[in-house]
């Protein structure tokens, strides 16, 4: 199994600021990773995939690199929206997720 | 995108199992380019991949679950459907059925709650 860490596992941040979130892969992944967004009590919405392809509709704020075994979901200028649960997920192999980062207001 | 709907029991009791339908609208999903998925999430967890079906009927499954998940395609109905035996608390969790674009899932139902108690 590919096993994903991400870190941190809670990021706290301001409106404005620039995050970045990191994944990890136990083995390497070429590009295959996802980014996804989740609020409470919704699905997961897609915001990336193939490590750094913006999804159709997200904004460009969200930007998605790396490769190998080492991926960055990076936030510019946060907005009130941006404030929820981020996963990644690889496709290699099988599939596996992240354990999530929440971003939560400072 | 498609539009996808979980359905099933809300409640399972232990070692019974557990039998959800997801229906799709807005596309076949006789679509070649799609894989149809089943993910789940305990309460306050991530997310978990159970498995998948493509259109043929091949069907790929987590390892950790293999053996106690059934997943099968209904294209007369346009959904899809998942069964996971021998339920236990540990399979208590929203279920959500999604349609996979090369492993990655670009539309998701709304996810369903299914409590594993007696």
């Known amino acids: 199994d590919i096993q994903m860490t991400q870190s941190p596992s809670t990021l706290s941040a301001s409106i404005g600021d620039t995050v970045s979130i990191s994944c990890r892969a136990s083995?390497?992944?070429?590009?295959?990773l996802a980014w996804y967004q989740q609020k409470p009590g919704k699905a997961p919405k897609l915001l990336i995939h193939?490590?750094?392809t913006l999804e159709s509709g997200v904004p460009s704020r969200f930007s998605g690199s790396g490769s190998g075994t080492e991926f960055t979901l990076t936030i510019s200028s946060l907005q009130p929206d941006d404030f929820a649960t981020y996963y990644c997920q690889q496709y290699n192999s099988y599939i596996t997720f992240g354990q999530g980062t929440r971003l939560e207001i400072k | 995108q498609v539009q996808m709907q979980e359905s099933g029991p809300g409640l399972v009791k232990p070692s019974q199992t557990l039998s959800l339908t997801c229906s799709v609208a807005?596309?076949?999903?006789?679509?070649?380019?799609?894989?149809w998925n089943w993910i789940r999430q305990a309460p306050g967890k991530g997310l978990e991949w159970i498995g998948n079906?493509?259109?043929?009927?091949?069907?790929y499954y987590n390892p950790s679950l293999k053996g106690r998940i059934t997943i099968s395609l209904d294209t007369s109905k346009n959904d899809f459907s998942l069964e996971v035996k021998s339920v236990t608390a540990a399979d208590t969790a929203v279920y959500f059925c999604?349609?996979?674009?090369?492993?990655?899932?670009?539309?998701w139902g709304l996810g369903s709650l299914v409590t594993v108690s007696s």
């Open positions: 807005g596309g076949s999903i006789k679509r070649g380019d799609s894989f």
């Open positions: 999604a349609r996979g674009r090369m492993n990655f899932f670009d539309s």
């Open positions: 193939e490590t750094s």
């Open positions: 083995q390497n992944l070429n590009r295959w």
């Open positions: 079906i493509y259109h043929s009927g091949t069907t």
